[in-house]
């Protein structure tokens, strides 16, 4: 059964004239906890998505843009970061007998009405963000940054407590 946000990323495809059609979608907070573990915190976005039906296939072309926030990698506070991605999918009407599916194409049983591309938004917001999510140096939480450094440059007789300072001190005398 859909909850209320999933419907709102439902497109009827059932009847459908041939032709383009144009929608969009807000995307915001509701949308990401739906998922779980999304590292997604908060968002507010658009995904203007254009859809090109055929009598055999449909035609997806996206662009979503926004901003996002998730959390910074080094000091744990909220970063909001911008987002701004075009996104493609093709969707065959087939039986799925033939197992072939991949990012690109979706297939849909010739019997469904109605076609969701919630988790496609999704894959492809997640995959636009970068790999390393930190501030600007300097902008990072100052005293995380602190705590950070301390850990970082112990003192090095704290280091002769663990087994590997131990073999360390063998090795010199």
Not at 113 to 126: A, P
Not at 138 to 143: A, D, M, R, V, Y
Request: charged content about 30%; glycine content about 4%; aromatic content about 6%.
């Amino acid at each position: 059964m859909m909850n209320s946000i999933d419907r709102e990323f439902v497109i009827s495809v059932k009847g459908l004239s041939v032709g383009k059609h144009n929608y969009s979608f807000r995307i915001e907070k509701p949308f990401f906890e739906e998922f779980d573990n999304s590292q997604i915190i908060n968002a507010s976005m658009v995904a203007n998505v254009s859809l090109n039906r055929e009598v055999s296939w449909i035609g997806l072309e996206s662009e979503i843009e926004g901003e996002v926030v998730v959390e910074c990698d080094r000091c744990l506070e909220e970063l909001s970061l911008p987002v701004k991605t075009k996104a493609s999918l093709i969707v065959k009407y087939e039986k799925r007998d033939n197992g072939f599916e991949s990012d690109e194409v979706l297939i849909l049983d010739p019997s469904e009405s109605e076609l969701n591309i919630k988790q496609f938004l999704y894959d492809y917001i997640c995959l636009s963000l970068p790999l390393q999510r930190v501030h600007p140096k300097g902008k990072c939480n100052p005293e995380m940054i602190r705590i950070l450094d301390k850990s970082l440059n112990a003192d090095k007789p704290e280091e002769l407590n663990t087994p590997l300072g131990s073999l360390k001190d063998l090795i010199n005398n």
